[in-house]
């Protein structure tokens, strides 16, 4: 998988170290994939929750223990094509649960 943009989770870091190993072993582990459906991201990371917002394939992951929230869309791969992994936002478990960052998927 491709992944846009690693700067995001790179300005994240350096905002909050702790989360640093967490992102690059996840930034690591998904540009080796080759992801065709949801079930090959849970394949990969058993705590990632697909999901389908405004019609966007959304995948969150759970950043170091559960503190924080990565999330992603994704347009899969398909045949010969490698699939994108788009970095959207990284939250704090707070700031997902008051759910304003569906509204800017789209």
Do not use: C
Not at 23 to 37: F, N, P, S, V
Not at 42 to 54: S, V, Y
Not at 65 to 92: D, H, K
């Amino acid at each position: 998988m491709r992944v846009i943009a690693k700067r995001m989770l790179r300005e994240f870091w350096e905002k909050v170290p702790a989360a640093r190993t967490a992102l690059i072993e996840w930034h690591q582990r998904t540009e080796k994939a080759d992801w065709h459906r949801p079930q090959d991201v849970k394949a990969t990371f058993g705590r990632a929750d697909p999901l389908l917002i405004n019609g966007k394939h959304v995948v969150i992951f759970d950043i170091l223990g559960n503190r924080y929230r990565l999330i992603t869309t994704i347009i899969y791969s398909a045949g010969e094509r490698t699939g994108i992994v788009y970095t959207r936002e990284i939250l704090t478990h707070k700031e997902y649960d008051q759910e304003q960052w569906k509204r800017r998927i789209g």
